[in-house]
């Protein structure tokens, strides 16, 4: 990595959305979560993408108005994205895709009609595809090192471009959340993890496996308002179904003062460790993520 960059401040919003407005006041910087110092960046490295739980891809600055951003990694896949939500000047709202990866399977298709274009000095392919009043735009081009970026749902090749050129590989994040899992066993690895930024603070989501049991767990800004347990102490909803193709899934959610941590778990799972793995779960809270647990997966920040 190039020079070390301290932790960013939390996102910033406006004062108040305007009246006539359906949606959050935007965010006026763009947040990012906190910075890796001294970790290996996606330029000295394609390698690097699929390190669990540090993310590689990032902005330079906002694309338009922004009301919500995750970002996400997909570890196996050696695969990140940022998905942005935000509101264009005539107020429709708009969703824009980034990715990364070290393969473009099951990104977005490049359909339709083709145009060559360069990116940062690199070949790459826009494709708009048009159906009726409806447009996909997608910009995918190759880095240097091998690495695949795209980018789609802009208005355009100009827009796309534009995003495009603001991309950056030269900063490693950490895939932080606000907890430390004591008692999730040693064999359970991290699949998939993201951070994300709306108006009412930072959450996240985290899935872990054993290759047989799955564990999915997010943290949302509500309460448990249906309580029918309680696990270490706290109110807590606790329920068991049947999931898509009838297999049995079990769902905890645990009040954490005005914050649900939430457990879906999958597979060949067992109930008691399920609850002690809730129970046991070593809360830090707070919607900075600069604050939260280095890794959620071990006792230490």
Known sequence: MATPSPPPSPPSQSSSPSPRSPYPAPMTVLPTPPVAPGAATAVDSADVVGEPLMLHLGLARLPFPIIGMQYQQLIDERQESLVIDGVDDDGQSRTLIVRVGADTKDFEPLAGKRTAVRVAGRPGTFALDRAGDRQAAVLRWRTANGLWLQ????RGETDALAVAASVRLDRTYRCVAPYRLRSLPATMKPESCSVVFRDEGATSM????DGSFHILITTESRRVSDANDQIGGRPARVVEHRGDGG???MEVAVDRDGTVLSLTASGRYDRTLVRRIAAD????????PATW?????????
């Open 293 to 301: 647990a280095v890794d959620p997966l071990t006792s230490d920040r």
């Open 206 to 209: 985290l899935s872990v496996s």
């Open 247 to 249: 297999a049995p899934i």
């Open 151 to 154: 980018v789609a749902g802009a």
């Open 281 to 288: 779960c070593d809360w830090i809270g707070g919607q900075d």
